[in-house]
T-cell receptor
Framework: EAQVTQNPRYLITVTGKKLTVTCSQN?????MSWYRQDPGLGLRQIYY???????DKGDVPEGYKVSRKEKRNFPLILESPSPNQTSLYFC???????????FGPGTRLTVT | LAKTTQPISMDSYEGQEVNITCSHN???????ITWYQQFPSQGPRFIIQ???TKVTNEVASLFIPADRKSSTLSLPRVSLSDTAVYYC????????????FGKGTMLLVSP
C-alpha cells in the first residue's frame, strides 16, 4: 500500500532532550516536507527536500534540522526541544514539484 | 506566492451542494489552484487541482473563472463525513517552493 509513515505517533519529552521523528514513504517520491500544525495558525511548512541531499527551509525552520540521505526517508530532528515546539507534525511527499502531496498520519509532540 | 482568502466557516445539511469560494487576486500565470481536505488529527488529503475553467473528479468539482482571481470548490450532496477543514492553495505547480496553507474553511454538515 502506498503510504507515508511517521514514528512515533505520540511523544512526550522534556526541554532540551534531543529527539528525532522519522518519516518514510514507499512511493519513490522525490519531494518530501515537514509541517507543523497549531491551533489558530494552520499548517506551516518547516523544511522541504527536492531530492537526496537537497533540502531547503520552509516558513518556520528555526529549532529544527532535517536530513535526506535516502530517497525514502526524511527525519525531523529537534536538537534541543522547547515547549513552543509542542505541536502536531506532519510529513508529506510528492512525485515532483507538485501541489498534490501525500501526508502522513501525524506525530503529536509535547515538550514540557 | 499568491495569498488566498476563504471563509472561516460554513454550515450545511446532508444532501445539499456546498460551494466554497477562494479568492486569490494576485495569482500568477504559472500558478495552479489546489484544494485539500483535513479531518481532525489527520493529515490533509488532496481533493482536486486545476488551472482554468472546470475540473471534475469523483469527489468534487473546481470552477475557475477566466480571470482566475477566484475559484470555487463544489461538493455535491454532502454527508456528515464531509465535515472537515478545506484548504485552498495557489502556487507554481512546476517548481519546488514552500507550500503555504492558510487557515482554511471549517465545513460543518448537520443531519
Amino acid at each position: 500500500e502506498a503510504q507515508v509513515t511517521q514514528n512515533p505517533r505520540y511523544l512526550i519529552t522534556v526541554t532540551g532532550k534531543k529527539l528525532t521523528v522519522t518519516c518514510s514513504q514507499n512511493m519513490n517520491h522525490e519531494y518530501m516536507s515537514w509541517y507543523r500544525q497549531d491551533p489558530g495558525l494552520g499548517l506551516r511548512q518547516i523544511y522541504y527536500s527536492m531530492n537526496v541531499e537537497v533540502t531547503d527551509k520552509g516558513d518556520v525552520p528555526e529549532g529544527y534540522k532535517v536530513s535526506r540521505k535516502e530517497k525514502r526517508n526524511f527525519p525531523l530532528i529537534l536538537e534541543s526541544p522547547s515547549p513552543n515546539q509542542t505541536s502536531l507534525y506532519f510529513c508529506a511527499s510528492s512525485p515532483g514539484p507538485s501541489y498534490e502531496q501525500y501526508f502522513g498520519p501525524g506525530t503529536r509532540l509535547t515538550v514540557t | 506566492l499568491a495569498k488566498t482568502t476563504q471563509p472561516i466557516s460554513m454550515d450545511s445539511y446532508e444532501g445539499q451542494e456546498v460551494n466554497i469560494t477562494c479568492s486569490h487576486n494576485n495569482i500568477a500565470t504559472n500558478d495552479y489552484i489546489t484544494w485539500y481536505q483535513q479531518f481532525p488529527s489527520q493529515g490533509p488529503r488532496f481533493i482536486i487541482q486545476g488551472y482554468k475553467t472546470k475540473v471534475t473528479n469523483e469527489v468534487a468539482s473546481l470552477f475557475i473563472p477566466a480571470d482566475r482571481k477566484s475559484s470555487t470548490l463544489s461538493l455535491p450532496r454532502v454527508s456528515l463525513s464531509d465535515t472537515a477543514v478545506y484548504y485552498c492553495l495557489v502556487g507554481d505547480n512546476g517548481r519546488y517552493s514552500t507550500l503555504t496553507f492558510g487557515k482554511g474553511t471549517m465545513l460543518l454538515v448537520s443531519p
